[in-house]
């Protein structure tokens, strides 16, 4: 029987069991990612989850052919374009071939994970009890980085105050890439944003909805300002300048309402929450000059770029930095973010089929046209991925995001808040981070097919996949 595309497609309910190993494995899986030296447990949740996950898809295959499981299609479509590209059109098939074989077999792994938990998190939609103890698993995979940051940070510095040694894998290295176990600031912002993001939305969301109360809110109250605390730390200023645009939405989607419900001891909880946060961010803004030279700074990458040839070196300082209108050397990262920007836009006009690196198409074209120059990444996930796989790869995953944000809204509670409020904030932090590499185009990748499965139109069947995924659990 075909089904029809705007019909209610009825979902078999796997085990319970199941759905909760999958969501400890997604919540063990997002907070390793971030870790160096992991590789273990990162494929071991992947393809555990990956093939538990088989036990929900295979039963349920007929929910997957609807129009919101268009974004989907587009991740598989966006694997088949990698895959044309390695063999058709890219020009370094060795380090193309490498990047296949290691980065996307673990992105076409998490695929069929991220569908099989989606599905099972569907199919208990209508079930309170057991939604609230699958979102609690997620919801706390999405801290783990936050906790294992603060966790990093209070034994380094007790460890420094009273002279004892830290083992390797609990040192904050000060440095971030400086010794085997350094993450970069970078890693963080990825992270750890998505839990804020979510914290915020929810806490808007019980607002609107009348439902909110300070004790079932505050945990997500609570990792607004902590989460916030570590771009502090970190003086990351981009991470600081996302959390203080999450906050901005947030007053501006609440704010009214609560006035015009006269919910004042609501509105004090949360002014609180956010005036914290936002004490919190500003320090951080007035702790980082390059925010006042940024105009300047700009003007100078603009005007100048096929003049200066400084930004060629990645800060190698070979010729130094030229000056600003205000007599002073340029930002080096407010100069080289512009002028790579620049540069990487007119490689892609000349490459719209991209070089097919992931990560070093922005060096390699730089190194082609001048072979002396010291490039590696573009600082914009965004660019670097277009430069790698095009025009057309960027149009695949930009359009999926799209869609998959558009179709979360009729996501049901609380899992709309995946889609609706992280996904754009990590689609910002690609737009000016350098995260074009493995870990994050793969958590980047997951999120999107989970979203945009826990969006399709089901309706949920007391009837249970079959007596096979009860046995392969126990």
Same mark, same amino acid.
């Given at each position: 029987?075909?089904?029809?595309?705007? /019909? %209610? !497609?009825? #979902?078999?309910?796997?085990?319970? &069991? *199941?759905?909760?190993?999958?969501? $400890?494995?997604? =919540?063990?899986?997002?907070?390793?990612?971030?870790?160096?030296?992991?590789?273990?447990?990162?494929?071991?949740?992947?393809?555990?989850?990956?093939?538990? /996950? %088989? !036990?929900? #898809?295979?039963?349920?295959?007929? &929910? *997957?052919?609807?129009?919101?499981? $268009?974004?989907? =299609?587009?991740?598989?479509?966006?694997?088949?374009?990698?895959?044309?590209?390695?063999?058709?059109?890219?020009?370094?098939?060795?380090?193309?071939?490498?990047?296949?074989?290691? #980065?996307?077999?673990?992105?076409?792994?998490?695929?069929?994970?991220?569908?099989?938990?989606?599905?099972?998190?569907?199919?208990?939609?209508?079930?309170?009890?057991?939604?609230?103890?699958?979102?609690?698993?997620?919801?706390?995979?999405?801290?783990?980085?936050?906790?294992?940051?603060?966790?990093?940070?209070?034994?380094?510095?007790?460890?420094?105050?009273?002279?004892?040694?830290?083992?390797?894998?609990?040192?904050?290295?000060?440095?971030?890439?400086?010794?085997?176990?350094?993450?970069?600031?970078?890693?963080?912002?990825?992270?750890?944003?998505?839990?804020?993001?979510?914290?915020?939305?929810?806490?808007?969301?019980?607002?609107?909805?009348?439902?909110?109360?300070?004790?079932?809110?505050?945990?997500?109250?609570?990792?607004?300002?902590?989460?916030?605390?570590?771009?502090?730390?970190?003086?990351?200023?981009?991470?600081?300048?996302?959390?203080?645009?999450?906050?901005?939405?947030?007053?501006?989607?609440?704010?009214?309402?609560?006035?015009?419900?006269?919910?004042?001891?609501?509105?004090?909880?949360?002014?609180?929450?956010?005036?914290?946060?936002?004490?919190?961010?500003?320090?951080?803004?007035?702790?980082?000059?390059?925010?006042?030279?940024?105009?300047?700074?700009?003007?100078?990458?603009?005007?100048?770029?096929?003049?200066?040839?400084?930004?060629?070196?990645?800060?190698?300082?070979?010729?130094?930095?030229?000056?600003?209108?205000?007599?002073?050397?340029?930002?080096?990262?407010?100069?080289?973010?512009?002028?790579?920007?620049?540069?990487?836009?007119?490689?892609?006009?000349?490459?719209?089929?991209?070089?097919?690196?992931?990560?070093?198409?922005?060096?390699?074209?730089?190194?082609?046209?001048?072979?002396?120059?010291?490039?590696?990444?573009?600082?914009?996930?965004?660019?670097?991925?277009?430069?790698?796989?095009?025009?057309?790869?960027?149009?695949?995953?930009?359009?999926?995001?799209?869609?998959?944000?558009?179709?979360?809204?009729?996501?049901?509670?609380?899992?709309?808040?995946?889609?609706?409020?992280?996904?754009?904030?990590?689609?910002?932090?690609?737009?000016?981070?350098?995260?074009?590499?493995?870990?994050?185009?793969?958590?980047?990748?997951?999120?999107?097919?989970?979203?945009?499965?826990?969006?399709?139109?089901?309706?949920?069947?007391?009837?249970?996949?079959?007596?096979?995924?009860?046995?392969?659990?126990?």
């Amino acid at each position: 029987m075909t089904a029809n595309l705007n /019909s %209610l !497609l009825e #979902i078999r309910r796997p085990s319970s &069991v *199941l759905v909760t190993v999958l969501c $400890a494995l997604s =919540a063990i899986l997002y907070g390793v990612w971030i870790l160096p030296n992991t590789i273990f447990i990162r494929n071991f949740c992947l393809i555990v989850g990956a093939g538990l /996950s %088989l !036990l929900i #898809i295979v039963p349920n295959w007929r &929910v *997957l052919i609807q129009r919101r499981a $268009a974004p989907i =299609a587009l991740i598989v479509l966006l694997l088949i374009w990698v895959s044309i590209h390695l063999f058709f059109i890219g020009v370094d098939y060795e380090g193309q071939y490498a990047e296949y074989t290691k #980065i996307w077999k673990k992105i076409a792994l998490s695929i069929p994970f991220a569908l099989g938990l989606g599905l099972g998190l569907l199919s208990y939609a209508n079930d309170p009890v057991k939604t609230r103890r699958y979102w609690n698993l997620i919801f706390f995979g999405f801290l783990l980085p936050a906790i294992t940051y603060f966790v990093k940070w209070f034994v380094t510095l007790m460890g420094q105050k009273y002279g004892f040694p830290v083992p390797i894998y609990l040192i904050l290295d000060p440095d971030h890439m400086g010794s085997q176990m350094g993450i970069s600031r970078a890693w963080y912002v990825f992270f750890c944003l998505p839990a804020v993001a979510i914290s915020i939305g929810l806490v808007v969301t019980r607002l609107k909805n009348k439902t909110f109360s300070f004790f079932n809110s505050f945990l997500y109250l609570a990792c607004i300002p902590l989460t916030l605390l570590i771009f502090y730390i970190e003086n990351d200023r981009l991470g600081t300048f996302f959390g203080l645009a999450l906050i901005v939405i947030a007053f501006v989607s609440i704010g009214m309402a609560v006035i015009r419900n006269r919910s004042w001891l609501i509105l004090l909880i949360f002014l609180v929450v956010m005036f914290s946060s936002a004490t919190i961010l500003w320090v951080s803004f007035k702790q980082n000059a390059q925010w006042l030279t940024l105009v300047s700074d700009t003007k100078v990458a603009i005007q100048q770029i096929d003049h200066l040839d400084n930004w060629r070196y990645n800060r190698i300082q070979i010729k130094g930095y030229p000056l600003n209108e205000l007599g002073q050397p340029v930002s080096a990262s407010n100069y080289e973010r512009i002028s790579w920007a620049i540069v990487g836009t007119r490689f892609v006009a000349e490459r719209p089929l991209g070089y097919g690196l992931l990560s070093l198409s922005f060096g390699r074209l730089c190194k082609e046209k001048w072979p002396d120059s010291e490039m590696s990444w573009s600082h914009s996930a965004w660019l670097d991925f277009t430069l790698g796989y095009g025009v057309p790869g960027l149009l695949l995953l930009a359009t999926a995001i799209f869609l998959t944000w558009r179709n979360s809204g009729k996501s049901p509670a609380p899992w709309f808040l995946i889609g609706r409020w992280s996904l754009p904030m990590l689609s910002a932090v690609f737009l000016v981070k350098e995260i074009s590499s493995e870990v994050f185009i793969n958590a980047f990748i997951f999120l999107i097919v989970l979203a945009s499965t826990l969006s399709l139109r089901v309706e949920a069947s007391p009837r249970k996949c079959s007596d096979i995924s009860k046995k392969a659990i126990g």
